[in-house]
């Protein structure tokens, strides 16, 4: 198949884009390489015989020069934190929203289907956060028996606290981020544009994605993030929720492979919106990164907390994903402790290149662990 992947230098997209190229696919990656990192993809790429065009999903031209007989488009690049957005709420509007308009137009003329990164920011933090929660050594559990008193056999549609949140869940209320924000409007785009123009659009609302080739920071990408400052011995933030939150990590092998089913499936998923993450088998509190960190490393790193939450800052997320595994058959096979190998195993193989990127010289790895 001929596959467009824009986004396509950056962590998933990157990843994403060897994978079906090694499965035969003809892959094109367009990209503006804002994000730091990205560019170090691009030789990978090419090895590959992957097609780089540099270019802005802001800009419909830009379009251009890509094939006009593209059979699916994969929509993964996007401004993807939400704190940013605070300072500059049209940039992650334009961007992730206006973009994503010019990109499903593309589709539209190429009579492709399109797959669409979304995310679990669709849900406003006023309404994910309102239920009960108890207080754990390492993270935060739903109270399920105050939950029953509460709300009795009267959940909230797409709550279940043995599951975790579906896409039924409300997409209502405010406290979403402006990245949020930006991603829900994008996401109603795509049902809307199959509805009405039957671009065969599946619309994946992902929790926290994680994996090898992942140039994270502390505002998006946490889980990589963490074993890159182990690595080099820098210092972590815990903000709000004494580090306690929890999210459901989705590993990039998986991600791949439930790409591939999909592009499989657009026929039968047309117009469908699934939240995707691990699920309540793969789950984690940045506590318990931290914690499986030094059990790795065999060092510490220093922590700051911040009392108060990052606005819009979920207390537990956690997708439930048995929608998805009813309509395609997948579930997540890579857990926590295994992706954590596969991150670490690319860190201390990509040394110097990340030290480039996080220290600003090459690695000092040495003397950094014997200071720390
Ligand atoms: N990483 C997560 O935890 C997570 C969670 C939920 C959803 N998502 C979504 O998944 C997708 C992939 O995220 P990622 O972690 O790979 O992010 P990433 O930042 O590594 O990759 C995004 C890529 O998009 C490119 N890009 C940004 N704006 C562009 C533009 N206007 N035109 C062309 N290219 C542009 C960047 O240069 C980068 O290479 C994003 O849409 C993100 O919002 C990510």
């Known amino acids: 198949m001929k596959i467009l992947i824009t986004g396509g230098a950056g962590?998933?997209?990157a990843n994403l884009a060897q994978w079906l190229a090694a499965r035969g696919h003809r892959v094109f990656v367009m990209?503006?390489?804002?994000r730091r990192g990205s560019e170090l993809n691009l030789p990978r790429l090419k090895e590959q015989g992957i097609t780089f065009v540099h270019g802005d999903v802001r800009c419909a031209e830009d379009f251009v020069a890509l094939p006009k007989d593209i059979e699916v488009v994969l929509e993964c690049c996007a401004q993807p934190s939400a704190i940013d957005g605070y300072a500059n709420p049209l940039f992650d509007i334009n961007n992730n929203t206006i973009g994503l308009l010019n990109t499903l137009e593309f589709a539209r003329r190429c009579g492709a289907g399109l797959v669409f990164w979304s995310t679990n920011k669709?849900?406003?933090?006023v309404h994910i956060n309102k239920f009960p929660v108890v207080e754990q050594d390492s993270r935060w559990v739903w109270d399920k028996a105050a939950i029953a008193a509460e709300y009795g056999d009267k959940l909230p549609a797409g709550f279940d606290p043995d599951h975790g949140f579906s896409a039924e869940f409300t997409v209502d209320g405010k406290d979403h981020?402006?990245?949020?924000?930006s991603k829900i409007m994008a996401d109603l785009a795509c049902q809307e544009w199959s509805d009405a123009f039957g671009v065969k659009t599946v619309i994946n609302r992902f929790s926290c994605l994680a994996g090898e080739g992942?140039?994270?920071k502390s505002a998006q990408g946490w889980v990589a993030w963490w074993a890159i400052a182990f690595h080099f011995g820098l210092p972590l933030k815990y903000i709000g929720w004494a580090g306690k939150q929890v999210r459901d990590a989705l590993f990039i092998e998986d991600i791949c492979r439930l790409i591939e089913t999909e592009i499989g499936m657009l026929d039968q998923l047309a117009g469908r919106v699934f939240n995707v993450g691990g699920g309540r088998d793969i789950t984690l509190s940045l506590r318990e990164a931290t914690a499986l960190m030094e059990r790795r490393f065999g060092w510490s790193?220093?922590?700051v907390y911040e009392e108060d939450p990052r606005k819009a800052d979920h207390c537990i997320y956690i997708s439930d994903i048995?929608?998805?595994t009813a309509a395609t058959g997948w579930t997540p096979q890579v857990t926590v402790e295994e992706g954590y190998d596969r991150i670490i195993r690319w860190v201390v193989d990509h040394e110097d290149e990340l030290?480039?990127?996080y220290l600003d010289q090459p690695a000092k790895r040495a003397v950094l662990h014997a200071a720390g």
């Open 214 to 216: 992942q140039f994270g």
């Open 301 to 303: 790193v220093p922590v």
């Open 355 to 357: 030290a480039r990127l």
């Open 177 to 181: 981020s402006i990245y949020g924000l």
């Open 122 to 125: 669709t849900y406003a933090g």
């Open 31 to 34: 990209d503006n390489l804002v």
């Open 322 to 324: 048995r929608p998805l």
């Open 11 to 13: 962590f998933v997209g």
